[in-house]
C-alpha cells in the first residue's frame, strides 16, 4: 500500500530557531501534498495544500512567511516553521495524494515542542 | 462554514458487540465522505470512502452509511475487538481537501 513517510518523528528546539520537517512519499508519486497540525484531543487542521513545482495554498490565518513550504518533487514535501515560539508546539502530519485520487496517505506525525 | 460533529468524545463498548460512531454535518453537501483511524501519536489511516450516491459501503467487519437527507455518516464495527480501540475520524471533502470531525474515541473492553 501507499507508504508516507516523515522526518524527524519528533523534536525538541529552542524558542526562535527554524525546524524542517520531511513528508515523503515512499512508493508513489505526489502530485499534492497536504500539511496539517493537530492539538491535543482535536482535529486535524489543515493548513496547506501544495502541487508540485507551485507554490502552496495556504489555509485562512496560516501564516505563509512562518510555514514554509516547499514541493519540489513528487515525492518529497518540506514544512519548515520558522521562528518557532512555544505556542507552535504541536503535532504536524503530512499526506500525500497520488493524481486525482481522493484518498490522502498519512505520514505518522511529526511532534514539535518548541522550548 | 462548514461544520463536523461526531456523537460523542468517547464510546466504550464491550468485546463482540457492535459499535456504531456518528458523523453529521451542517452547511455543506460533500461529493464523499470518508473514514480514518488514528492511533496516539500516529498519524490517520483511511479506512472507507462512500459516495454522495451511495448508501451503504462494506469492508469486512466495516460498514459505513451515508444519508444526505439527513447529513449524517454512520459507521459501523461488527464483532468488535480490543484491537479495534482507537479514535474513528469522519473527513468530508471540500474542493480539494478534507475537512475532519474531532474524532471519536472508541474503546473495546475485553
Known amino acids: 500500500g501507499a507508504v508516507v513517510s516523515q522526518h524527524p518523528s519528533r523534536v525538541i528546539c529552542k524558542s526562535g530557531t527554524s525546524v524542517k520537517i520531511e513528508c515523503r512519499s515512499l512508493d508513489f508519486q505526489a502530485t499534492t501534498m497536504f500539511w496539517y497540525r493537530q492539538f491535543p484531543k482535536q482535529s486535524l487542521m489543515l493548513m496547506a495544500t501544495?502541487?508540485?513545482?507551485?507554490?502552496?495554498?495556504?489555509e485562512q490565518g496560516v501564516e505563509k512567511d512562518k510555514f514554509l513550504i516547499n514541493h519540489a518533487s513528487l515525492t518529497l514535501s518540506t514544512l519548515t516553521v520558522t521562528s518557532a515560539h512555544p505556542e507552535d508546539s504541536s503535532f504536524y502530519i503530512c499526506s500525500a495524494a497520488e493524481g486525482y485520487q481522493e484518498t490522502q496517505y498519512f505520514g505518522p506525525g511529526t511532534r514539535l515542542l518548541v522550548l | 462554514s462548514q461544520k463536523i460533529e461526531q456523537n460523542s468524545e468517547a464510546l466504550n463498548i464491550q468485546e463482540g458487540k457492535t459499535a456504531t460512531l456518528t458523523c453529521n454535518y451542517t452547511n455543506y453537501s460533500p461529493a464523499y465522505l470518508q473514514w480514518y483511524r488514528q492511533d496516539p501519536g500516529r498519524g490517520p489511516v483511511f479506512l472507507l470512502l462512500?459516495?454522495?450516491?451511495?448508501k451503504e459501503k462494506r469492508k469486512e467487519r466495516l460498514k459505513v452509511t451515508f444519508d444526505t437527507t439527513l447529513k449524517q455518516s454512520l459507521f459501523h464495527i461488527t464483532a468488535s475487538q480490543p484491537a479495534d480501540s482507537a479514535t474513528y475520524l469522519c473527513?468530508?471533502?471540500?474542493?480539494?481537501?478534507?475537512?475532519f470531525g474531532t474524532g471519536t474515541r472508541l474503546t473495546v473492553i475485553p
Open positions: 501544495s502541487n508540485e513545482g507551485s507554490k502552496a495554498t495556504y
Open positions: 473527513a468530508l471533502a471540500g474542493a480539494n481537501n478534507l475537512f
Open positions: 462512500i459516495r454522495e450516491n451511495e
